[in-house]
């Protein structure tokens, strides 16, 4: 494989991962209550948003990366 393929290919399944899922999603617990032996806790979910702009982004430079690494061949 060429230098660029790698990079490229990975770069476009970011780019339509990006694309697909608008923001990555996690869940953490937190204690709301704590007084000694009883506790109480509660699970916030909470997203990081990635604008389309990073997935088109991603994919443009992907696709740059393999035909440039098609190029010098």
């Given at each position: 494989?060429?230098s660029?393929?790698?990079?490229?290919i990975?770069?476009?399944?970011i780019?339509?991962?990006a694309?697909?899922?608008?923001?990555?999603?996690?869940?953490?617990?937190?204690k709301?209550?704590d007084?000694?032996?009883i506790?109480?806790?509660?699970?916030?979910?909470?997203t990081?948003?990635?604008?389309?702009?990073?997935?088109?982004?991603?994919?443009?430079?992907?696709?740059?990366?393999?035909?440039?690494?098609?190029?010098?061949?």
């Amino acid at each position: 494989m060429k230098s660029n393929t790698l990079p490229g290919i990975i770069l476009i399944v970011i780019g339509i991962i990006a694309f697909a899922y608008q923001g990555i999603t996690y869940t953490t617990r937190e204690k709301v209550i704590d007084l000694g032996p009883i506790q109480v806790s509660a699970d916030k979910t909470r997203t990081i948003p990635l604008p389309p702009i990073l997935g088109g982004i991603a994919l443009v430079g992907g696709i740059a990366l393999l035909a440039m690494g098609g190029r010098k061949s």
